[in-house]
Nanobody, 128 residues
Framework: VQLQASGGGVVQAGGSLRLSCAAS????????MGWFRQAPGKEREFVAA????????FYVASVKGRFAISRDSTGNTGYLQMYSLKVEDTAVYFCAARQRGRPWDAARAMSGGDYDDWGQGTLVTVSS
């Protein structure tokens, strides 16, 4: 599946943004979805993930209570709603797809290597 992430931009600390992830090819509704980010000079890190049926979400501790992952009713578009943004949330955000049918748990959801397809990133810049 080919994914396209969008919705990044520049926002002040404390503000909100919503990122979207849509499939330009393939049926995204049969894939689990993850969001990852990579800040300048840092390694890619897991942010959030949700199953193909929009259940069992997982979040990295640093965004729990501030970010919400979801999918639309068709399952073909996913979202990452970000509230109370902090300067340290500045990064390029990537969405990724993992085929259903394999066990879905926190360890697998958080492992970038377990995803099958990746979208291009969208840059989020949080200013102080």
């Amino acid at each position: 599946v080919q994914l396209q992430a969008s919705g990044g931009g520049v926002v002040q600390a404390g503000g909100s943004l919503r990122l979207s992830c849509a499939a330009s090819e393939g049926d995204f509704s049969t894939y689990n979805m993850g969001w990852f980010r990579q800040a300048p000079g840092k390694e890619r890190e897991f942010v959030a993930a949700v199953s193909w049926i929009n259940t069992r979400p997982f979040y990295v501790a640093s965004v729990k209570g501030r970010f919400a992952i979801s999918r639309d009713s068709t399952g073909n578009t996913g979202y990452l709603q970000m509230y109370s943004l902090k300067v340290e949330d500045t990064a390029v955000y990537f969405c990724a797809a993992r085929q259903r049918g394999r066990p879905w748990d926190a360890a697998r959801a958080m492992s970038g290597g377990d995803y099958d397809d990746w979208g291009q990133g969208t840059l989020v810049t949080v200013s102080s």
